[in-house]
């Protein structure tokens, strides 16, 4: 995981055990290190593609001020805390608070706590397909069930699409893209999409075969994941035009395995016949 660094975040705070340190002060000292994927800001070269450092310092700065705390280490805590829950795609936060005017009555040059802290929240791809039925109308349902667990952050065009592989002769399909942000781990969000499935009476028998609602989930965060059930990202989504094409109508620099979606979906052998509703 990439990472931004900001060290010696300076300010005074009332924090400490003792009346005179709430009453009189101190200068903290704060580093932090953000775990956090650079790519799409590193393609975009667009500073809203990023975290701001600078908005990271200045609220550091406010939680200096903020309390009063008796504890650095709950000090620490709510810096990072307020982090994640600030930039939801900082995955991990490491937060060292130092004080070097500690009331020890001894010599010495530093006191500080280090902590690390996960992001709660996850942010998810999902790419919704039909073509039984009344296509549209599923995935606006399917959508609106999702939502009553998970947070929509955005939703695709609609994409009217040709069959790739699977039974001939079957009818277009209706495609979509979801982005969503979750506290469900990936599994649990697969459980969910799976359980939405059946409620619109999907069935396995032939793959690839004509299907009332098919919901993938295409990436979890910035999570690699292989396993008996789910691999992530998925495996085919960067050669499906029928994925990456609404999911770049979405997002213009959303990045699937280090390049633009967008440019992806452009090479993409299905993209040609897609039609945008």
């Not at 300076?10 to 709430?22: I, S």
């Not at 070269?45 to 990271?56: E, K, L, R, S």
Request: some cysteine; hydrophobic content about 45%; glycine content about 6%.
């Amino acid at each position: 995981m990439d990472r931004i660094s900001i060290d010696g975040i300076c300010a005074t705070g009332y924090h400490g055990v003792f009346d005179f340190e709430k009453r009189e002060g101190q200068e903290f000292r704060i580093d932090v290190v953000l775990h956090v994927d650079i790519t799409r800001a590193a393609l975009s070269d667009n500073v809203v593609d990023t975290v701001d450092y600078g908005a990271v310092s200045q609220l550091v700065v406010e939680q200096i001020k903020a309390g009063p705390w008796d504890l650095i280490e709950k000090l620490g805590l709510q810096i990072a805390d307020a982090i994640l829950g600030t930039w939801p795609t900082v995955a991990t936060v490491d937060v060292v608070v130092h004080k070097p005017q500690a009331p020890i009555p001894v010599p010495f040059s530093d006191v500080s706590i280090a902590l690390t802290r996960h992001q709660q929240l996850h942010t998810a791809i999902i790419a919704l397909g039909a073509n039984l039925g009344d296509s549209q109308g599923t995935l606006r349902a399917a959508i609106a069930e999702l939502a009553e667990h998970v947070q929509v952050l955005q939703t695709s065009p609609v994409a009217i699409t040709k069959p790739v592989g699977g039974p001939p002769d079957q009818p277009d399909y209706t495609n979509q893209v979801i982005k969503v942000r979750t506290t469900l781990g990936p599994h649990e969000l697969l459980d969910l999409a799976q359980r939405i499935e059946a409620n619109h009476h999907r069935t396995r028998q032939v793959r690839w075969e004509a299907r009332t609602l098919d919901l993938d989930l295409i990436t979890y965060d910035q999570l690699e994941l292989d396993d008996e059930r789910l691999t992530l990202p998925h495996p085919r989504a960067h050669i499906r035009g029928f994925v990456l094409a609404p999911w770049s109508w979405m997002d213009a620099d959303a990045v699937l395995h280090g390049q633009l979606v967008s440019r992806l979906a452009q090479s993409a052998a299905d993209t040609k016949d897609i039609i945008r509703l």
